[in-house]
């Protein structure tokens, strides 16, 4: 069964950083891509960084270029989005995206709420 549990969102204030995790279960891990998204209330879901199997390259959206790091540890089959310099326009619930290869399949995690406010 596949499983993808996102965790360490909450209740930041803007500047502020909160690292989010990704536990992965069910499925090849080492050899898929990693993406997270976010989505806030009434808009898209929107991409904000990727990381290929390996962790050798890496890729963001503008809107958080220099602020977010996206990782990897495929020992632990987890993925990981550290979140500096935190805005208020950071506000979304962020989802974990896995999408594995031959065939193509995309797993996604349940989400978690990411909140910046004073």
């Known amino acids: 069964q596949v499983q993808l549990v996102e965790s360490g969102g909450g209740l930041v204030q803007p500047g502020g950083s909160l690292r989010l995790s990704c536990a992965a279960s069910?499925?090849?891990?080492?050899?898929?891509?990693l993406r997270w998204y976010r989505q806030a209330p009434g808009k898209e879901r929107d991409l904000v960084a990727v990381?290929?199997?390996?962790?050798?390259?890496?890729n963001y959206a503008d809107s958080v270029k220099g602020r977010f790091t996206i990782s990897r540890d495929n020992a632990k089959n987890t993925v990981y989005l550290q979140m500096n310099s935190l805005k208020p326009e950071d506000t979304s619930v962020y989802y974990c995206?896995?999408?594995?290869?031959?065939?193509?399949?995309?797993?996604w995690g349940q989400g978690t709420q990411v909140t910046v406010s004073s």
């Open positions: 990381i290929t199997s390996t962790g050798g390259s890496t």
């Open positions: 995206n896995a999408r594995t290869y031959s065939p193509t399949r995309d797993y």
């Open positions: 069910g499925f090849f891990f080492s050899s898929s891509t």
